[in-house]
């Protein structure tokens, strides 16, 4: 029986906001990564829309939080991310796991050739046909640096050049996602130039505009418990007051459906 048949049970989050207390200290997960994932978004995604033994693409690997939820919940994994630094850190938290088949390849993921070879031979390897999910977390334009790499979204500070190269890496793992998967963008907004950039809305109306999908989900994420918001509430509603900002606090979780 699988948690939505065992739905009186289970804690899968149906609504459309998630109030998260704090980040997920539990397993692999340190917090060791600006930007980094919070556990509790991959784990509700992967228990809603895979199966033990599936297969979860995800495109910015990062510091491994959504590998992590994967091996604890039995989902095999493929992971792409151009900072062989931080591949480097999560193969060494990986090296004794056996329990599924998962690798992080250091490639471009916005071009199509690299990604393409890479990921038909890991799925060769791996008797695999498609991929069940898949996740992205981008970088939100040049907010914060990832790496020094050109290839690196997060060094692009042009909204339409972002959402060019941003939309050649969705597009190129769209193409492994089986008939009728299931795929997540996680994206927040910035603020440039005194004035708010709507990215994660951006985002989800290119795809919108570029995929044959269905839109079915746009979920509002908070955290209280982060780090770099603790003890500084005070200064920040100061700044916000003195000019006419508001503060973030959210990030959308925009689901989409492969038709």
């Given at each position: 029986m699988n948690e939505i048949d065992d739905w009186k049970q289970t804690d899968l989050n149906v609504d459309s906001l998630w109030i998260i207390p704090e980040r997920a200290k539990d397993g692999k997960h340190k917090n060791v990564y600006h930007g980094n994932f919070i556990p509790q978004i991959p784990n509700q995604l992967i228990r809603r829309y895979t199966t033990i033994g599936n297969t979860v693409l995800e495109l910015f690997s990062g510091s491994g939080t959504t590998l992590f939820e994967c091996e604890k919940l039995h989902r095999d994994y493929i992971g792409f991310d151009i900072n062989n630094s931080i591949i480097e850190y999560v193969n060494a938290k990986m090296q004794n796991c056996t329990t599924i088949n998962y690798s992080i390849k250091n490639v471009d993921v916005t071009n199509e050739k690299e990604f393409s070879d890479k990921i038909e031979k890991w799925m060769?390897?791996?008797?695999?046909?498609?991929?069940?999910?898949?996740?992205?977390?981008?970088?939100?334009?040049?907010?914060?640096?990832?790496?020094?790499?050109?290839?690196?979204?997060?060094?692009?500070?042009?909204?339409?050049?972002?959402?060019?190269?941003?939309?050649?890496?969705?597009?190129?793992?769209?193409?492994?996602?089986?008939?009728?998967?299931?795929?997540?963008?996680?994206?927040?907004?910035?603020?440039?130039?005194?004035?708010?950039?709507?990215?994660?809305?951006?985002?989800?109306?290119?795809?919108?505009?570029?995929?044959?999908?269905?839109?079915?989900?746009?979920?509002?994420?908070?955290?209280?418990?982060?780090?770099?918001?603790?003890?500084?509430?005070?200064?920040?509603?100061?700044?916000?007051?003195?000019?006419?900002?508001?503060?973030?606090?959210?990030?959308?979780?925009?689901?989409?459906?492969?038709?």
């Open positions: 060769t390897d791996n008797h695999k046909q498609s991929v069940d999910f898949m996740i992205a977390h981008p970088p939100y334009l040049d907010i914060v640096k990832f790496t020094d790499d050109n290839r690196d979204l997060s060094n692009i500070s042009d909204p339409k050049l972002f959402l060019e190269k941003l939309m050649s890496g969705i597009t190129n793992g769209y193409k492994y996602l089986k008939r009728n998967g299931y795929f997540a963008i996680v994206a927040g907004d910035v603020y440039k130039k005194s004035e708010v950039i709507p990215l994660a809305f951006l985002i989800m109306n290119t795809i919108k505009q570029n995929l044959n999908v269905k839109m079915k989900g746009i979920i509002i994420k908070n955290i209280e418990g982060n780090r770099g918001k603790l003890g500084t509430q005070d200064i920040w509603k100061y700044r916000a007051l003195k000019s006419d900002y508001f503060l973030f606090k959210h990030e959308y979780i925009f689901v989409f459906k492969k038709l």
